[in-house]
């Protein structure tokens, strides 16, 4: 798909990763064709949708709930490859991966201080 009309929606779009990238382009098509609207409200609407579910697309920053020495612990990172790899390492078991937002709400009561992990 050639790049977003509305420069706002390429920039954003730019800073997704290539799984969201492609369910952006998916979806401003879908909207596009299928709902036969113009192709930037399209887009602008793929966007939404897009982050709509998925929050920590512009971030870069997810949140992963894991249990290490038999305790439940969160942790955030940058690079959930490296994190996964890292917490084998550690024999540490992921639970799932969350909204950092979401996690710092319900765990943390709004506010988390943050350390080093290992």
């Not at 990238?21 to 793929?46: Q, S, Y």
């Not at 969350?98 to 709004?110: A, C, K, V």
């Amino acid at each position: 798909m050639p790049e977003p009309i509305d420069p706002i929606v390429a920039d954003l779009v730019a800073r997704l990763n290539d799984n969201l990238r492609e369910e952006f382009e998916e979806r401003a098509a879908i909207i596009e064709f299928d709902a036969n609207f113009p192709r930037r409200l399209a887009e602008c609407l793929g966007l939404l949708d897009v982050l709509g579910r998925n929050l920590t697309g512009l971030s870069g920053v997810s949140a992963m709930q894991i249990e290490m020495d038999g305790q439940t612990q969160w942790i955030a990172t940058t690079d959930l490859i490296y994190a996964r790899q890292h917490l084998a390492d550690m024999h540490a078991i992921e639970i799932a991966v969350l909204d950092l937002r979401t996690m710092i709400d319900e765990q943390y009561s709004g506010v988390a201080a943050l350390t080093c992990l290992g």
